[in-house]
Every structure is written in C-alpha cells, then in structure tokens.
C-alpha cells in the first residue's frame, strides 16, 4: 500500500490481520497498534505507509519510545486499575510491561507459526 490509510487496513500481514480479529473477538473496544514510528495508535487513525521497526533500533532508542507509548496510555487509559492484552511482540511489550499493572500475554514464548495456529484455532472457536 503507498497512500494513507487507516491504520487497521495498512498493515497485511496474516499474523495482524489474525491478530487484529482475535483481539475483536475478546469483545473488547478499546484495540491501539504498537508503531514503532508513531508510538500508540488507535485503528481509525490514517497514517502514512512508513518502514520501521524496533528491531532496527538500539536498546536507549526502544526505551524512549517506551515512555512516549506510556505517557500516551496514561492519556486514555489507567495504568494501574485497567487490564491490558498484548499481542505484540517481546521487543514492543518488553519496557512498557513494568509500568503496567494488569495485563495478559497470550502468544508469549510462541514462535510465528505457533501464534499463527493460537490465532486460527481461537477465531475458529465458538463460545
């Protein structure tokens, strides 16, 4: 994609677009996007195609933009009282875990293809 979208239809890969459903699924309707350009990003919001992750950034770097996604959390959310769900990966969670309070993990320790078939065989479920 090479024109601003919103932020639910810019990203394609199999792992978010399942991502993105399951989080739907926990009937939840407050789902935000982890970027590693913009920080906390709500799905409406039309950005930018853009190419950058925290894998290409050093450990000061990630840290920094830790406390940007906090201090935008904090603007919507309680850090303290309210649960979180993430379904990002180790290097996005790992610097803003400690300043949450209550939150789930629910692909921690899978490999990509063992999140891919969490993923599938949750949204196949019916409860």
């Not at 996007?33 to 039309?46: M, N, P, W």
């Not at 992750?53 to 303290?80: F, G």
């Amino acid at each position: 994609m090479n024109y601003k979208a919103k932020v639910k239809d810019l990203y394609v890969s199999t792992l978010f677009k399942y991502s993105l459903a399951y989080a739907g699924k926990l009937n939840s309707d407050k789902i935000y996007i982890l970027s590693a350009k913009h920080g906390l990003l709500s799905l409406v919001k039309e950005i930018e195609p853009y190419n950058e992750t925290l894998n290409d950034k050093k450990a000061h770097e990630i840290k920094e933009w830790a406390e940007k996604v906090i201090t935008q959390i904090s603007e919507i959310h309680d850090l303290n009282k309210d649960m979180f769900i993430f379904l990002a990966g180790k290097k996005y969670r790992k610097d803003i875990l400690p300043r949450v309070k209550n939150y789930k993990i629910p692909l921690k320790g899978l490999r990509i293809g063992e999140q891919l078939k969490f993923l599938k065989n949750k949204l196949e479920q019916t409860d």
